[in-house]
């Protein structure tokens, strides 16, 4: 499933994860996420964070990407 948690806090960033893609699942739109715990994390090393959602867990708050 597609997690989303309202107390997840965004204001408290202390970690960082990959996003790696982007999709819908039952008509909820996520990020595909990969962290860098290893594969026994998770769904092998990755979820789907709610997309559109308040900023669920800060996921973009400090967003980069590669300039080319």
């Known amino acids: 499933g597609v997690y989303y948690d309202e107390s997840c806090n965004a204001e ?3 970690h960082a994860v990959l996003a790696v893609g982007y999709g819908s699942q039952k008509g909820t739109k996520h990020w ?3 962290n860098s715990w290893g594969e026994e994390w998770g ?3 990755y979820v789907l964070l709610a997309r559109n959602m308040n900023n669920a867990c800060g ?3 400090l ?3 590669p300039k080319m």
């Open 12 to 14: 408290n960033i202390n």
């Open 32 to 34: 595909i996420i990969k």
């Open 43 to 45: 769904s092998k090393g």
């Open 59 to 61: 996921v973009a708050n």
């Open 63 to 65: 967003a980069s990407f």
